[in-house]
């Protein structure tokens, strides 16, 4: 089945350290890929999301590459802010599955001025 | 801009008490979701709906009923509500496949304690 898997639970960083979280999926079909970012006491929100291979998604100053070959889609910032602590998520859609969108089980990025 | 609603903000019940959840989207999408939030596991499909009366069973959906009575308004319902039900619930909706469409929009969250 489909799924998404995201190593790092938590990541705890110094601001205008680099950013990296790693993304790799498994899917039946060719998905779409997200990142979603929740900050403390909201709902998740849309970052950005790729629908091809090699396919950049990016948004204030994150970015991720579709990577079909090494099924990976991972996030990275170069030089992180406090304000960017918040939980990120990872997630894809399978065109194959019904319109369901299948996530990680999220990494906490805590950010220390 | 996208909008879903979620109320109550938070719930508090006793084991074996009747707790309905609602959400409400003014998006016009067709899809609606119901997630549970929870330290550990991230986030799970509980069920999901593609329109008014349309059911589908996600991934958790034990001891969880919903019920969507409109393409606005989608409903959780817990009958006989367990502390393992204890947590925080989000509901999202999308417009379905293709492009921008796939995105979901979640609410705020209902923050549900069962003592």
């Known amino acids: 089945g489909d799924s998404v898997t995201q190593t790092e639970g938590q990541v705890a960083l110094s601001e205008e350290d680099f950013l990296t979280i790693h993304c790799n999926y498994s899917?039946?079909?060719?998905?779409?890929l997200f990142w979603y970012v929740q900050y403390p006491g909201e709902g998740p929100q849309l970052l950005f999301r790729a629908s091809r291979d090699k396919e950049k998604g990016s948004s204030r100053g994150f970015e991720a590459t579709y990577d079909k070959g090494t099924t990976s889609f991972h996030l990275r910032k170069a030089s992180v802010q406090e304000s960017d602590s918040a939980v990120y998520y990872c997630?894809?859609?399978?065109?194959?599955?019904?319109?369901?969108?299948?996530f990680g089980d999220g990494t906490q990025l805590v950010v220390k001025p | 801009e996208a909008a879903v609603t979620q109320s109550p903000r938070n719930k508090v019940t006793v084991t074996g008490g009747n707790v309905t959840l609602s959400c409400r989207q003014t998006?016009?999408?067709?899809?609606m979701y119901w997630y549970r939030q929870d330290t550990g596991h991230g986030l799970r499909l509980i069920h999901y709906?593609?329109?008014?009366?349309?059911?589908q069973i996600g991934d958790v959906p034990d001891g969880y009923k919903a019920t969507r009575t409109t393409q606005e308004d989608f409903f959780l319902l817990l009958e006989l509500a367990s502390p393992s039900q204890t947590s925080l619930y989000f509901c999202?909706?999308?417009?379905?496949?293709?492009?921008?469409?796939?995105?979901?929009?979640f609410g705020s969250g209902t923050r549900l304690t069962v003592l």
């Open positions: 998006n016009s999408h067709n899809y």
């Open positions: 997630a894809l859609s399978d065109p194959n599955s019904n319109n369901r969108i299948f």
């Open positions: 709906s593609y329109g008014a009366g349309n059911l």
């Open positions: 899917a039946s079909g060719y998905p779409t």
């Open positions: 999202a909706s999308s417009g379905g496949l293709g492009s921008s469409a796939e995105t979901l929009y």
